[in-house]
């Protein structure tokens, strides 16, 4: 907690020292391009800008440049003063009071205000909003978060207050150690009621939309592009360096590749298997660099599941069976991390436990995989069939197609795939009617618990219906442990032990940059919370 | 909707089944084969379309490999090492997922072909027996069952096809369901008109009068009456057929791996064209593209053919 | 065709025709209505799934914004009591920020561009195509045509445009690989040739045919017989009878060209409906799925009325 508190203040200190950049030279001392524009390629329309609406990735990318949260990240993850400079926290650790900055002012010229974060609290937790991140607020551990969801109790009673115009007092109903981390988080990020109060709905268009970030929304056709520029009355405008950001759709990532090439683009993602190739030819603009997301298959323990894989023996054999190496050297290409825990090496404080099977080679995990599937009962006269269940992508495919071979080849096994598209397979996958299924995950913040707490047994995510009492029991205490990595450790040993879930492989950020942005891109941010205005283009012949 | 054109045929058949009724005589059969074997694009074609059969039906067995096993000395690394070879037997190369093509390609022309003789046949017995019947019954019944025609042919179809797909789940039977629904309409259409005009003519007048039932009628005068043009327009709807199949599988919504078809091939070999891989583009597309122009000269020549008038 | 054409009651007054279409087209349109709807309601997911599952709570909530909570006939008639009253689409579930009005207002313009000049470039080019072929018949050009147009109809445009924006973007760098930028010249061109490609073809091999027909016909040889020079037979005496066969078939190609392409649209990212239309199925994104079906049916309803009408308007003989 105090080292929370200690790493903001110095990262303020820091942010005040520092000159005002020197015109026309990068922040590494490099002279930069004549022109500042981002380019950047997204899969599909974002859902919405609205900081209490928007529910996926490119939107909440949109919605940071455009508002500014208490906190912002820095390239490496930690937090930086945003519209906050800094917080004190009581004895009891249940409140938490914000000093704000009394220059930031909205892009009308309004200043921001603590009542503007209580306005988007209470907007965030009120059921007439229908956030789908609602949710956010007991996340966070505000007090009356879940009477004031419910609509039990009225918006005005949950834990945030403003004290005065640049006071901010928070509190809540535990302590909850990482709670300054949750202010980064999209849905956590000021409203200006004004504006809704006048446009509703229609508020978020670019004609009407008053934003407190470092960029303003101008330019919105759907399927096609959003374009966001400088916004000139941002506290910190003159230390942004680009000046216009353009999310441009597309939807084929072979297309994109391809309009990256001529020029058009200047961040597109890698499609599986080209990234060595596109290293080999690009050397400075083929990025590659680990996410905080895990990709692993469920097995179906719920009493739908099938009867083989309640039988630990065949799922552990399946487990082994799966040759990562090849996952992620032949299928992917593209830097991703062999997995044998849940939790992925990148997050933050956590020490990833040695399990056995992860020190094994390739053939001695086979050969264990063989002699396991023979001891319950399977064989060539005997084969077990299973299926497996993903949903419509070129990744999944090929990762099914390799591991359905690897199962076939190493164990016998007759394996059949099927593929559904993603709201039918979502459908499925949660009613329990499968016998294997994809899954992935991405951490809400950076801390083992967002990973782990998916095998508890009352989480609604998890797929696998694993359910362990010394696992839920473990997860609980580490809630408030002083230092939890311990109780992670055993958890992740049991996993290892009673293999509800394969763990495949740990995400990897893969990308083309052109060369003049690549390096200010934060490849250090696991969260990849990154921030148009820390970007910079440098000057190339 | 998709660009794929539902029925560019759909006109000039229809002519075709004006024309139809002024064919008379048994000498017409003898006359259209005559004709057809003169036809030389058809006959290529013919003879063309027999060996892509043999191709799909057969093909597995020139080959020592399936079309599912990966070789993991290649996944991974296809661009430099899965080119096409005759010396280890990978005639065709291997695909993304380091699996053989050949066989890929064998399996998935079987597919496509299945699903477009499959899919015209479903459409034209539907069709047939429903313009059959509108045509022969006549008045109110006629008028209603064309105008349902009618509102139906107002249906965005493709869509209809995606929902059909999405809400009943992905299989090789919804697909053959799926394609044939979206074809019957149009031969409904030319099967009802063709029917009118066969109608009136003396010898179902005698069966009316001698007290057979309409059905039998329909059965054992009208269809066979109508054969020749449902025969052409179903020889020009299987490449649309395959056509439309190909497209759904670009969507995804195809047959499951490790089953493909050429559409779906022809899909994944795009995707990778600019990377070093075109054979995975060019051996799907190259069975696709004769196997359609087949199609489509056989029909041409049928039409002729059947069609004393035309040339 | 021309049986199909003539309604079995139908009367001499093309106004008539028109009425009566319009009186078929409005329950056609709510049986389209309901159909859809109810496969949009049984097909497995809700527009609000995602890989982290929503709270019940957090879902419920969601639900009763949209009204989604009620009974389905309920749900089904407000919506259409919505369209009537004030012609409202209701909101997209999927892209929050608009409404299904919006992507019409914004998408449909786009995909009615781009439809209509593939449209015009196909009947040009393929008619064009088509008449020379027939003209030279069993030259180079009619080979070269004959060639073009069955390669043109048998080549799926989810290769075409992907190749088309290699060559053009990628090696000679003269186009933009995607976008709308508001229909700027140099961003329309690839996708009025990736859709335009297989109609023209179509268009091309109908012509020849048909030409070919037409002047092997009596009325021609005679006016060849009289001594008429080529030009005039073919402008003023072969060209009408030609386009015949040719016009019933617009109808189906302009409503395919303008009711959106779903590949256009993704691979050129135009942000017409097509896009719209195929996502929305897959989002279960109900309300933009029903709007566009009833944008769509519409467009489908009346293009082809249109081509009726103009089918009687070149031949005199049908009756409407």
């Known amino acids: 907690m105090n080292i929370s508190i200690k790493s903001v203040l110095f990262a303020s200190a820091l942010a005040f020292a520092s000159p005002a950049?020197?015109?026309?030279?990068?922040?590494?001392?490099?002279?930069?391009?004549?022109?500042?524009?981002?380019?950047?390629?997204?899969?599909?329309?974002?859902?919405?800008?609205?900081?209490?609406?928007?529910?996926?990735?490119?939107?909440?990318?949109?919605?940071?440049?455009?508002?500014?949260?208490?906190?912002?990240?820095?390239?490496?993850?930690?937090?930086?003063?945003?519209?906050?400079?800094?917080?004190?926290?009581?004895?009891?650790?249940?409140?938490?009071?914000?000093?704000?900055?009394?220059?930031?002012?909205?892009?009308?010229?309004?200043?921001?205000?603590?009542?503007?974060?209580?306005?988007?609290?209470?907007?965030?937790?009120?059921?007439?909003?229908?956030?789908?991140?609602?949710?956010?607020?007991?996340?966070?551990?505000?007090?009356?978060?879940?009477?004031?969801?419910?609509?039990?109790?009225?918006?005005?009673?949950?834990?945030?207050?403003?004290?005065?115009?640049?006071t901010l007092e928070v509190t809540l109903a535990g302590p909850l150690p990482y709670f300054p981390l949750t202010t980064t988080h999209a849905s956590t990020f000021p409203s200006p009621k004004w504006v809704i109060d006048e446009f509703g709905a229609d508020w978020t268009k670019p004609e009407n939309i008053v934003s407190n970030g470092a960029y303003v929304l101008t330019e919105h056709v759907p399927q096609e592009r959003s374009v966001r520029t400088r916004n000139e009355t941002y506290w910190d405008n003159e230390n942004t360096i680009i000046n216009e950001v353009t999310a441009l759709v597309i939807n084929d990532v072979n297309v994109a590749l391809t309009r990256y090439l001529a020029g058009e683009l200047d961040r597109t993602e890698v499609p599986a298997g080209q990234y060595p190739s596109l290293k080999e030819e690009y050397p400075d603009q083929a990025l590659s660099f680990p996410r905080l997301c895990n990709y692993y298959f469920n097995f179906n323990l719920s009493d739908m599941g099938p009867e083989a894989t309640q039988d630990v023996r065949v799922r552990q054999a399946l487990s082994y069976a799966v040759n990562r190496d090849v996952i992620v050297d032949n299928v992917l290409q593209g830097g991703q991390s062999p997995a044998y825990t849940f939790t992925p090496s990148a997050t933050a404080n956590f020490e990833v436990p040695t399990v056995d099977y992860a020190t094994w080679t390739q053939e001695e995990r086979n050969a264990k995989a063989v002699e396991l599937m023979a001891e319950a009962g399977y064989g060539p006269d005997n084969p077990l069939s299973v299926t497996y269940l993903y949903n419509t992508d070129e990744n999944h495919k090929k990762i099914a197609i390799a591991v359905a071979q690897m199962w076939k080849q190493t164990l016998g096994v007759d394996v059949t795939l099927e593929n559904q598209e993603w709201q039918t397979f979502l459908e499925t996958r949660g009613n329990h009617d499968f016998q294997i299924a994809r899954g992935a995950w991405c951490g809400d913040y950076n801390e083992a618990s967002t990973f782990l707490d998916l095998v508890q047994s009352g989480s609604g995510y998890n797929d696998a219906a694993y359910n362990n009492a010394e696992v839920d029991q473990l997860l609980a205490e580490a809630k408030t442990a002083e230092d939890p990595q311990a109780n992670y450790t055993r958890v992740e040993e049991i996993l290892a032990d009673e293999m509800p879930v394969i763990p495949i492989y740990h995400y990897a950020g893969v990308y083309m940059m052109s060369p003049g942005i690549s390096g200010s891109w934060p490849v250090q941010n696991v969260e990849q919370n990154w921030y148009s205005k820390d970007l910079y283009k440098v000057a190339t012949e | 909707m998709t660009n794929i054109p539902l029925n560019p045929q759909q006109p000039k058949t229809a002519q075709m089944a004006e024309r139809m009724t002024e064919v008379k005589g048994r000498s017409l059969w003898a006359d259209a084969r005559t004709r057809f074997l003169r036809n030389k694009a058809a006959m290529v074609s013919v003879f063309v379309l027999v060996f892509v059969a043999l191709f799909a039906f057969f093909g597995q067995f020139l080959s020592p490999w399936d079309n599912e096993t990966i070789d993991w000395n290649v996944l991974g690394n296809v661009a430099r090492v899965g080119q096409p070879s005759l010396e280890n037997g990978h005639y065709f190369g291997f695909d993304d997922s380091g699996r053989d093509l050949y066989n890929r390609v064998v399996q998935g022309t079987q597919i496509s072909l299945m699903v477009g003789i499959v899919g015209s046949l479903i459409a034209v017995i539907v069709g047939t027996i429903y313009g059959a019947v509108a045509g022969f019954v006549g008045g109110r019944v006629d008028s209603a069952m064309m105008r349902f025609v009618d509102i139906a042919m107002s249906i965005p179809y493709m869509f209809v096809l995606i929902l059909l797909l999405v809400v009943f789940g992905r299989s090789i039977s919804m697909l053959f369901v799926g394609i044939g629904l979206i074809a019957w309409l149009d031969m409904s259409r030319i099967v009802r008109g063709q029917t009118l005009s066969i109608k009136n003519k003396e010898f179902i007048e005698a069966a009316v009068a001698t007290g057979v039932p309409t059905f039998t009628i329909i059965r054992r005068h009208i269809v066979p009456n109508l054969l020749g043009v449902v025969v052409v327009y179903a020889t020009l709807l299987v490449p649309q057929m395959i056509l439309t199949e190909s497209f759904i599988s670009f969507l995804g919504l195809g047959v499951q791996e490790p089953l493909t078809s050429l559409g779906a091939l022809i899909s994944e070999g795009t995707a990778t064209m600019s990377y070093g891989t075109l054979w995975q583009l060019f051996f799907p597309l190259g069975f696709f593209v004769i196997t359609i122009f087949s199609f489509f000269f056989i029909g041409d020549g049928l039409r002729d053919a059947l069609d004393p008038k035309d040339r | 065709m021309p049986a199909a054409l003539c309604l079995p009651d139908g009367g001499p007054f093309m106004l008539s025709f028109i009425f009566r279409r319009i009186a078929v087209a409005i329950p056609t349109l709510l049986v389209l209505l309901i159909i859809s709807f109810l496969m949009m309601q049984t097909a497995p997911g809700g527009p609000f799934n995602s890989e982290r599952p929503l709270p019940p709570q957090v879902l419920a909530n969601i639900e009763a914004k949209y009204g989604l909570d009620q009974p389905m006939w309920k749900q089904l008639t407000d919506y259409v009591a919505g369209i009537v009253t004030q012609f409202d689409f209701g909101p997209s579930y999927k892209y929050k920020d608009r409404t299904v009005n919006d992507i019409i207002a914004q998408g449909f313009p786009v995909t009615l561009t781009y439809g209509t000049i593939s449209f015009i470039v196909a009947i040009l080019v393929g008619g064009a195509l088509g008449i020379a072929a027939a003209i030279k018949q069993n030259s180079w050009l009619d080979y070269l045509a004959v060639g073009f147009t069955i390669g043109a109809q048998v080549l799926p445009n989810f290769v075409m445009a992907p190749i088309l924006i290699l060559v053009f973007t990628l090696m000679l760098g003269w186009l933009p690989g995607g976008g709308w930028n508001g229909g700027q010249w140099n961003h329309v061109i690839m996708p009025v040739i990736a859709l335009s490609t297989s109609y023209m073809a179509s268009i091309a091999r109908l012509t020849r045919s048909s030409m070919l027909e037409v002047l092997r016909s009596n009325f021609i040889r005679t006016a060849r017989a009289k001594g008429l020079p080529d030009r005039t037979i073919i402008w003023r005496h072969a060209l009408k009878p030609t386009l015949l066969p040719v016009v019933s078939y617009l109808g189906p190609a302009f409503v395919g060209m303008v009711t959106g392409s779903f590949i256009i649209d993704s691979i050129f990212s135009t942000g017409g409906i097509g896009y719209f239309y195929v996502n929305a199925a897959f989002n279960r994104d109900y309300a933009v799925m029903m709007g566009l079906t009833i944008l769509l049916g519409s467009m489908t309803i009346l293009f082809n009325m249109v081509v009726d009408i103009l089918y009687a308007w070149i031949d005199p003989k049908i009756r409407l």
Request: cysteine-free.
């Open chain 1, 21 to 166: 950049l020197a015109q026309g030279t990068a922040p590494n001392g490099m002279p930069l391009a004549d022109t500042q524009t981002f380019v950047y390629r997204v899969l599909d329309e974002h859902s919405s800008v609205d900081p209490q609406i928007v529910e996926d990735v490119s939107g909440s990318e949109i919605v940071r440049d455009l508002f500014e949260g208490l906190y912002n990240q820095d390239a490496d993850g930690n937090l930086v003063p945003g519209v906050a400079l800094s917080h004190t926290v009581s004895d009891d650790k249940l409140t938490y009071t914000f000093t704000l900055r009394p220059e930031a002012v909205w892009s009308d010229g309004t200043p921001v205000t603590a009542g503007d974060f209580v306005y988007g609290w209470r907007r965030l937790a009120d059921p007439e909003t229908a956030s789908p991140y609602q949710w956010f607020v007991d996340v966070m551990g505000l007090a009356n978060a879940g009477p004031v969801m419910a609509g039990e109790m009225p918006t005005e009673e949950l834990g945030v207050k403003a004290i005065d115009d640049h």
